[in-house]
């Protein structure tokens, strides 16, 4: 059975500073990985994906994550964070189960931004 | 619409009563899916449509919980006689999976809080 662990429910940080978010997974198949962002009251937008190839994934809003099989981990990173980078952080692992991208999600990291 | 529309944004009925939540995904989208998100927790999958294909029911924590989907496009959550531990967001995403291209991300609509008085 597929899990995500990720292994902060919250990260606080200064504005400008770095931060990373710990995704890992455990799965016997291949898998497809996921950064989701969630605003408060909003769904979850994509942040970035990783399907196959370089093991490095660029995203959007300046976040990259990179895959490593090994560790069975797919962390996600920003070299600066702002303010409005605070929101809820999900990762989730995706396998193709009867033809289509079943997703399981982590429980999510909560990422407060400091001024 | 431009993103998965769902009604209404947020639903508050007593314990015991139906509710039935609604989701639009985006137009040309054959998969779909619903999920809950309890307070603090991820997200917890329910049920997946694709196409016309019989729908994945898999998640759906009781016989109180069942879905539809009406011509290949909206989808309806129902939940009866509604009990306590049903409140939290019902989230909807949809994406244009299927089995030649299974891989494709899922977009999400922005949820709708159930509260269970």
């Known amino acids: 059975a597929q899990s995500v662990t990720q292994l902060d429910s919250q990260v606080p940080v200064f504005e400008e500073a770095p931060v990373e978010l710990r995704c890992n997974y455990s799965s016997s198949v291949s898998v497809y990985l996921f950064w989701y962002v969630q605003y408060p009251n909003q769904g979850l937008q994509l942040l970035l994906k990783y399907l196959s190839g370089s093991t490095l994934v660029k995203g959007i809003n300046g976040f990259e994550a990179e895959f490593n099989k090994s560790q069975t981990s797919f962390h996600l990173r920003k070299p600066s964070v702002h303010i409005s980078d605070t929101a809820e952080y999900f990762c989730?692992?995706?396998?193709?189960?009867?033809?289509?991208?079943?997703?399981?999600f982590g429980a999510g990291t909560r990422l407060a931004v400091h001024p | 619409g431009a993103g998965v529309s769902q009604s209404p944004s947020n639903k508050v009925t007593e314990k015991g009563k139906d509710v039935e939540l609604r989701c639009d995904p985006i137009?040309?989208?054959?998969?779909l899916y619903w999920y809950r998100q309890s307070l603090g927790q991820g997200l917890e999958f329910l049920i997946y449509?694709?196409?016309?294909?019989?729908?994945?029911k898999s998640g759906l924590p009781s016989d109180r919980f069942s879905a539809e989907r009406t011509g290949g496009s909206v989808s309806t959550l129902t939940i009866q006689r509604t009990q306590q531990e049903d409140s939290a967001v019902y989230l909807c995403a949809s994406s244009n999976s299927g089995v030649a291209r299974p891989n494709q991300p899922q977009h999400f609509g922005d949820g709708t809080r159930l509260s269970i008085l």
């Open positions: 989730a692992v995706g396998r193709i189960s009867g033809g289509y991208n079943k997703l399981i």
């Open positions: 449509f694709q196409g016309n294909s019989a729908p994945d």
């Open positions: 137009s040309g989208h054959t998969a």
